[in-house]
Structure formats: structure tokens, C-alpha cells
């Protein structure tokens, strides 16, 4: 019978190998299939980040969770995204923080305007209790929070005239991500919101139908949003940091050493992910900077302008969390 086997073998070599390969730990079928919504271009820091987190995950489970990476908006945009991983429809996604108020909304004291120093201050923040306990804030309301994600400074950027000071802003139609929090704070600063898709902001900028929109380094550069709009007030008027989730559904299915695994990998990938930010915003802006964009940094004086007028959201979002607010103002 070995005889005949191996006769059998040599003469379908294709099909050997590929039982052979069958026997392979990393070419296993996996027992979960599992699905990622991101919705940025592949080569985004957030995607990468997932991708690795993916393929963290697969190596480490030996190839039991296999975790498939849709990105540029395929599984649909931010807030119909976290929706499905709600209910159970999509298992993970990188969403912003801005998104997940309306499951939370405590979760709107981490994006208030002008509420961290720098960079340095925001995973002072993150990365230590305040924000291991806002992770788990969301754990009844069917999401699964994994880590943080860094999607730099938002800034404001027009495509007719630059804006220099908060007076400019007024009446001006600014596009911003669907979130109630965001309107209220353009309204706060004296403009118009304008929800509409990620992916339609270019058309809108280039015709007209909006003035402005707000917007990471990245974002303005990849979207190429910097060709139409390319006037840019650097006022940082909220760090809104990314968020990995996981369906809580998706959660419960999956084995406790699993789960476990999955919770280190997305600590690891959100390492990976900052430093590949800050090497993206960088080239971002280099490439803004060549293209003739117009970069205006906001006077001190305007600053607290723009901090006096955002109160208001501080109030209605903050009201009841001033306690928590100070704690963060107050982190080294």
C-alpha cells in the first residue's frame, strides 16, 4: 500500500501539495470567520493598523479567528457601520470617538474643543485609567471597546478664503461627520454643519456646496480635499481619537482565551498605528505644503475666542462630568 500511495502522490503532485498544505497550521480552516469595517483608503495609518491587528490575531490563535479587512467604505459609512456592530452585523471596526456619544454619551468629554494640551496629554490621558474605564463605558450598549487609535488634530480648512480668526467662520457651511456633538460645536462657533458623506466632501468642496470642512492632515491630504480647499487654519479644536470596537455579540461567541488575545493584539496594532500617524501626518503635510496650500496658525488671542465661544458645548455635553473634565485638564 506505501507503494501504491506514493505512486498515487508523484503522479497528482499539484494535489499533494495541496493536502500537504491543508495540514499547515497557517492554512487551517479557521472556526471563526470574522469581519473589519474601516473607512479609509488601504493605505491609511487606521487601515494598516487594522491589518495588522488582522493578521496579529490569526497568527496568534493559529490561524482560528481569520479577520477579514474592508476598507474604503465597503461595509458602508461610520455611523451605519457601528450600527451593524451593534446589532451584531459586523464584528469589528475602527470608527472616531465622535460616533460612539449616541451609545455613550459620556464619551463626549473626550473630544471637547481645546481640551488637550498636545499629543503627549491626550495618551496621558488615554492610556491610563480614565481612559482603560471609557473602553469599558460602552459595554452595555452591545459594543466592545479594544483601543485607542490616534487620529491626530482637526483643523479647519476653506477652499475660497483663509480664515484667520473666529469672525471669519461666521455663516460659513462647514461638512461635518453625522454627529449631533460636532453640529452643536460649529454652531457654537458661529457656522453653518453640513452632514454629509466622507466620501462626497471633495465634490461638495469643488462645487461649492460647502465652504469648509474640519479634518485631520491625512484626511485633507489623501482625500485630496487640499486641491479644492486649500486654505488651512491649524486651530486644533478637538484631538478626536480613533476607537477599535468589537460586537458585544461578537465577543460573547468567542472562547475567554480568545477573547483575551484579541484585546492584546489591538492594544499592540494601536502602537503600530500612532507611529505610522506620525509618520503620515508629516508626509501629509509636506505634500500640502508643495501643492501651495495656505497655512495660517491661530494667534493666542483668538484661541481663547474660539475656547470662550465653544462653552456652551461644555455645558451641554460636560455638564454633569465637570469632575471628570478637571481630571483631565489636570493630567501631566
Not at 458585544?248 to 494601536?270: F, R
Amino acid at each position: 500500500m506505501k507503494r501504491v500511495w506514493g505512486t498515487l502522490l508523484l503522479s497528482a503532485g499539484i494535489l499533494s501539495i495541496t493536502l500537504i498544505g491543508c495540514l499547515h497550521p497557517q492554512t487551517k480552516t479557521p472556526t471563526y470567520v470574522l469581519r473589519y469595517a474601516e473607512n479609509q483608503a488601504l493605505d491609511y495609518p487606521t487601515t494598516q493598523g487594522g491589518i495588522y491587528f488582522a493578521r496579529l490575531v490569526e497568527e496568534r490563535t493559529n490561524g482560528d479567528i481569520k479577520i477579514h479587512m474592508h476598507y474604503g467604505e465597503e461595509l458602508g459609512e461610520e455611523s451605519s457601520v457601528l450600527q451593524q456592530v451593534h446589532f451584531g452585523g459586523i464584528d469589528f471596526a475602527r470608527v472616531s470617538t465622535a460616533q460612539i456619544i449616541p451609545y455613550s454619551e459620556k464619551y463626549a468629554i473626550l473630544i471637547l474643543p481645546y481640551l488637550y494640551r498636545d499629543d503627549r496629554h491626550l495618551w496621558s490621558v488615554l492610556d491610563r485609567d480614565i481612559g482603560d474605564s471609557f473602553l469599558g463605558e460602552i459595554g452595555n450598549s452591545g459594543l466592545f471597546g479594544l483601543s485607542w487609535y490616534d487620529a491626530g488634530a482637526r483643523h479647519f480648512y476653506t477652499s475660497k478664503k483663509q480664515l484667520t480668526c473666529l469672525e471669519d467662520l461666521q455663516g460659513l457651511k462647514i461638512r461635518v461627520q453625522v454627529s449631533p456633538y460636532m453640529e452643536d460645536m460649529i454652531r457654537a462657533l458661529g457656522a453653518e454643519p453640513v452632514t454629509i458623506p466622507y466620501s462626497l466632501v471633495y465634490s461638495n468642496l469643488s462645487t461649492g456646496a460647502v465652504d469648509g470642512a474640519e479634518n485631520n492632515w491625512p484626511s485633507y491630504e489623501s482625500m485630496d480635499h487640499y486641491q479644492v480647499a486649500p486654505y488651512i487654519l491649524l486651530d486644533g479644536h478637538i484631538r478626536i481619537p480613533e476607537m477599535q470596537v468589537m460586537s458585544a455579540q461578537t465577543a460573547a461567541m468567542l472562547p475567554k482565551g480568545y477573547l483575551q488575545i484579541i484585546q492584546e493584539c489591538a492594544k499592540e496594532s494601536a502602537e503600530y498605528e500612532r507611529q505610522l500617524w506620525v509618520e503620515r501626518e508629516a508626509a501629509s503635510r509636506k505634500i500640502a505644503e508643495e501643492a501651495g496650500v495656505v497655512i495660517m496658525n491661530l494667534s493666542e488671542k483668538e484661541r481663547v475666542k474660539f475656547q470662550q465661544a465653544c462653552e456652551p458645548v461644555y455645558e451641554k455635553y460636560a455638564g454633569d462630568y465637570r469632575d471628570i473634565v478637571q481630571k483631565i485638564l489636570g493630567t501631566k
